[in-house]
């Protein structure tokens, strides 16, 4: 298989496997979501921990263990994935699948806006349009609708803080997850343990099915970073970033046609502000892509 072919093959399977995560996710309805946080965390810091294990990557591990800086870098970035990873868990179980996939739509143009706000990048009219529309987009679920959808927004602003974190962390993509993951570890430690004490836990010897689930949570957290980070050698950035919308568009669609969330015209309308300011944005990234490509040629 080509290089190219590969890298859109992982790709795909890695912002699939994301997209369909609330239809996982909603088998935990009936468990608090933060017990379901703490196996998440559990579990995947058990299986990162086996492939450094087996790939003898425990050097890159031992390295980013040893520099302090780093390690405030990546206790900040484990804080705001974990508060990511709890927030999308609540909404899946309270039926709130349509806010969570507006999150993942808006989350490219809170990127770029706090690009803006932080690292002070320059934005080009497209991309300021498109965040001006999106922001008109949210002031209409405000005012037409008479919500303001927190849960899209607490989503968005969070893994786009993260990114920002981690873009800034001389760390690969496995190691660093082992690390976020260790840290959150001995919190949810004390919790598992508290649970069981109070005879609520839902991890049992020999395990049920509830008990498989909880455990393939942690592969399933860690496998799509896998498969993206691959895919992030072997295709180009604008690629990647339009393969981006396969994640939101799965959450959209398995929300109204397989879990079976109201969609009116209200909303259709608040979406309908998005999706144009993410039409504005891609063409404004395809303009200065082949900007770039014709003064290279230059």
């Known amino acids: 298989m080509k290089k190219t072919q590969l890298g859109l093959l992982t790709g795909f399977l890695a912002y699939a496997i994301w997209g369909f995560f609330p239809l996982f996710f909603a088998l935990f309805r ?12 559990i579990w995947s810091f058990v299986f990162v921990t086996c492939i450094i294990v087996v790939s003898g990557r425990k050097k890159h591990l031992l390295e980013a263990l040893r520099s302090p800086k780093l390690l405030k870098g990546l206790l900040l970035s484990s804080t705001l994935v974990s508060t990511n990873w709890l927030i999308f868990i609540w909404a899946v179980a309270q039926g709130r699948v349509l806010e969570s996939s507006l999150g993942y739509f808006i989350t490219p143009l809170v990127s770029v806006f706090l690009a803006r706000a932080i690292l002070k990048e320059h934005l080009d009219p497209w991309r300021q349009s498109a965040i001006f529309l999106a922001m008109a987009g949210l002031l209409w679920f405000l005012f037409m609708i008479g919500y303001l959808p927190w849960v899209s927004l607490a989503l968005a602003i969070t893994f786009g ?3 920002l974190v981690r873009k800034q962390l001389e760390v690969d993509t496995l190691t660093g997850l082992s690390v976020e993951t260790a840290i959150m570890l001995p919190l949810a430690l004390l919790y598992w343990s508290y649970l069981a004490q109070q005879g609520q836990s839902h991890l049992v ?7 498989l689930l ?3 949570s942690g592969v399933l957290t860690a496998l799509p970073l896998l498969l993206f980070a691959s895919a992030a050698k072997k295709l180009t950035l604008s690629t990647l970033g339009f393969m981006m919308y396969i994640n939101p568009s799965l959450q959209f669609f398995s929300a109204i046609y ?7 015209q209200q909303q259709f309308i608040g979406f309908c502000f998005i999706w144009c300011a993410l039409l504005l944005f891609i063409i404004g990234s395809l303009r200065r892509t082949e900007k770039e490509s014709w003064q290279q040629l230059r």
């Open 161 to 163: 803080l993260y990114g």
């Open 214 to 216: 909880l455990m393939i």
């Open 30 to 41: 009936d468990l608090a979501s933060l017990e379901v946080l703490t196996h998440r965390v």
């Open 205 to 211: 010897l020999p395990p049920d099915g509830m008990t």
């Open 258 to 264: 397989i879990l079976g969330e109201a969609f009116d």
